[in-house]
Structure formats: C-alpha cells, structure tokens
C-alpha cells in the first residue's frame, strides 16, 4: 500500500463505514489590527559610548558578536543595570554573545577617550 499525504486535512472516522474520510481543515481568519509588525531586519549597528558613561543595548542576535572599535577596554555588564561582575572586551577585541545576553549594559571606564562598539541587534 502507498503512503498518502494529505495536508491540511483533518482525519475524522465516518462512524457509518468505518472509514476515515478526509475533510479540509477549519480556515482561521486574521485580524489585521492585531497583527503586529513583523519586519524587523537585524542590523550591524555601531554606537559610541563617552567617557565614563554607559549604555544600555536591546536587541542584541544571540550568537553574533559584539566588537569594541576603540582604543579603550569597555565592560559589559548583562542587563539594564552595571552591577556584577563585568566581562572586559580590550581595544579591538571581540566578544560572542550568549544566550542571556541580547540586554547589555556597555560602560565606558576611560578617562581620555570615548568608544565605539559594534553590535548586529534588531530595531
């Protein structure tokens, strides 16, 4: 006997025959006021940071990397606040991001220079 595929199908046993006879499946409708936007591309996008200031990123792809474009070490800090242990990226290293991670608090402990960071994140 051949496999059948049936999509889209719901299978009810027809009590009559014993049987299974397919029906298409309900079709639901969609309200267009309460669909939400969904388009949002992921961007590399670069912020600077100035001294000794912070920044709060959101968005942040889980398993990209954030790159420090500046001649200064900047620490991150894992979510909104700069509390904990921060994890030090030095002047044009990396650091890839995991799972936890797409809030970071990036602070800028120099005295002389601003940075810049580099991050793929979602508008």
Known sequence: MNPVLLENCMLPIDSDKGSIKPTPAPVMELDKDKMRKT?????????TIKL???LTLKGIIIGSTIENLGAEAVHLYKGKTTTGNPIIIPAGGKFGVPKGHSIITVSNPSLLNSVKVSTLRIN
């Open 39 to 47: 388009s949002a591309k992921a961007k590399v996008m670069t912020s």
């Open 52 to 54: 000794q200031d912070k």
